[in-house]
């Protein structure tokens, strides 16, 4: 490959800017061009940082986006098109390895707070059938419920939903609410306890 002259570089550059300017006033002939002219090079460019050909292909449809979207960005007296475009495209490929980075760290963090504990050893099947039971019989006194207690309860309880946001859901007052689960709450304590005592 032959050295450029100094006057064959500034030409190249007046190419360059000449063509973002056409891409900036949305000129798909002149992306095309452009994509013809560096397409290659920033996608060795975005291999280099991610080391992941299918993350490459995904940064470089982001960075002709990109192009297209911000070429009337481009600033001359910052730098030559080329430096501005392989500089957007390098830090396109290391905002996709942090992120792929915080997605990992949020999934471990997941994965630790929601594991279940490890016992040292298995429920037995008394324990399980215990557990059934009692679910059984909850069950069945919050069927004993009124409509009303039982469709409050089901949401502060079941749904995990605050006071306030099943006054809300039930277009009811706050303190129609509050009384409503209070009173359920009793009678679900007055029909469940003697029976799993």
Do not use: C
Not at 27 to 36: G, L, T, V
Not at 179 to 194: F, Q, T, W
Request: glycine fraction near 4%.
């Amino acid at each position: 490959m032959t050295q450029k002259t100094p006057q064959e570089i500034e030409q190249t550059v007046r190419e360059d800017m000449l063509l973002l300017k056409r891409i900036a006033e949305k000129d798909s002939a002149s992306f095309q061009a452009f994509y013809r002219k560096y397409g290659g090079l920033l996608f060795t460019a975005i291999s280099n940082v991610l080391n992941d050909h299918h993350d490459a292909e995904d940064v470089m449809q982001e960075v002709l986006v990109q192009t297209w979207n911000k070429a009337h960005l481009y600033e001359p007296r910052k730098g030559k098109p080329l430096t501005w475009l392989t500089t957007m495209a390098r830090n396109r490929a290391i905002d996709r390895i942090r992120s792929k980075q915080r997605r990992s760290r949020l999934n471990d963090d997941f994965e630790n707070e929601n594991r279940p504990e490890q016992f040292e050893f298995e429920a037995s099947s008394a324990e399980i059938m215990e557990v059934k039971e009692r679910s059984r019989v909850v069950r069945r006194a919050v069927a004993k419920l009124t409509p009303d207690q039982r469709e409050a309860i089901k949401l502060a309880y079941f749904q995990g939903l605050t006071q306030a946001e099943v006054a809300e859901q039930l277009h009811e007052p706050l303190g129609t609410v509050k009384a409503r689960i209070r009173r359920g709450v009793n009678r679900l304590e007055g029909l469940v306890k003697p029976k799993l005592d």
